[in-house]
DNA sequence: ATGTAAATGTTATATTATAACATTGCAAAC
DNA sequence: GTTTGCAATGTTATAATATAACATTTACAT
């Protein structure tokens, strides 16, 4: 039987992957990642980093704050704002902008140009390649003499898990 | 030569065409759907949506409850948010996520799957139905079995003119 | 060891948005 | 033509999200 803080994680995506394995690489490429680039994981951006991978749901910036309070005693807005900059800038996670909220990135090291999948049911964010949507839109740009570079495009629906319980 | 008033309206858009024009299609456009649907496009509505068209800039909401006081002087947040809201319901307008702010939109009464390219420069944002882009998609969340309904998409970068002016 | 920049701590406040309840106004039913 | 009901607006308060500004600590290059 799961604890009930566990249960809690369980994500409709948990149940059909190894979300421990999903945590670990995630974090471990972080690790490749930062230490190529000459910037710092620290301990307060490692945690926030683990807490937002700790689902698939985009979590927000206050829920953050409370779930890193036991860890770092002093955390206050700075603490996670700064952090969520930093793992922005660095490409590791996503701002859904629509949600006010975040999730981790799988695409560090590969392009970001992905289509972000949101249950706005569950809040799972299911990234997608989307290769067709995305050569459609530099094309769109292209024709608008619109400049932009690589980013992530949001959609918002319901994921096939909640559709199904619906009906 | 242009008042400062007037000048601080100019926008990229309004230099191609004409603009009172714009304005006073989306605004009878508004009052005919309005009607036909039964339901009241009211002073205060009408009068938030002439704001949000003043430009093709996305506007704030306390943008506009400044822009109201002098029309409305029992304004505060709430008068806007309904406003807004009641706007937003029959799509009239569209709501920019990743700027928390808003835009008249042009599809009323036609699909409004559109692309949305947002200049982070000026602000501007222009409407595209971008129908290679929308079906790709489409597709795409077939196979991601997501359920969604038409929704804009925004896309952010430079506008022909920023990126002119910028090089 | 020491100077420097990056990271974090801390306080305060700005910005965005909504809850909750009171009042007004308008239109349908009587 | 009044009553009644509902939609819209008024009003107060506060919740939720985010950043500014300055102080202190830490890491690490020299």
Redesign the interface.
């Given at each position: 039987m799961y604890t009930k803080a566990e249960n809690n994680q369980i994500s409709v995506n948990s149940l059909i992957h190894d979300h421990k394995k999903c945590v670990t690489e995630a974090l471990s490429i972080a690790e490749r990642l930062c230490s190529l680039r000459g910037v710092q994981l620290t301990t307060i951006r490692y945690q926030v980093l683990e807490l937002i991978w700790s689902s698939h749901k985009a979590v927000k910036a206050y829920e953050l704050l409370d779930l890193i309070k036991p860890l770092q005693n002093a955390a206050k807005p700075p603490t996670i704002y700064r952090a969520l900059d930093f793992l922005l800038e660095q490409g590791l996670i996503h701002r859904i902008?629509?949600l006010n909220a975040f999730i981790g990135c799988n695409c560090s090291g590969h392009q970001h140009e992905l289509?972000l999948?949101i249950c706005k049911q569950c809040y799972e964010v299911?990234e997608?390649p989307?290769l067709?949507?995305m050569?459609?839109?530099t094309?769109?740009?292209s024709d608008?003499?619109?400049?932009?570079?690589s980013?992530a495009?949001?959609?918002?629906?319901?994921?096939?898990k909640c559709?199904e319980l619906k009906s």
């Open positions: 902008e629509s289509l999948l299911e997608r989307a067709k949507v050569s459609a839109l094309e769109e740009f608008a003499n619109f400049v932009t570079h980013q495009i949001e959609a918002h629906g319901l994921c096939a559709n």
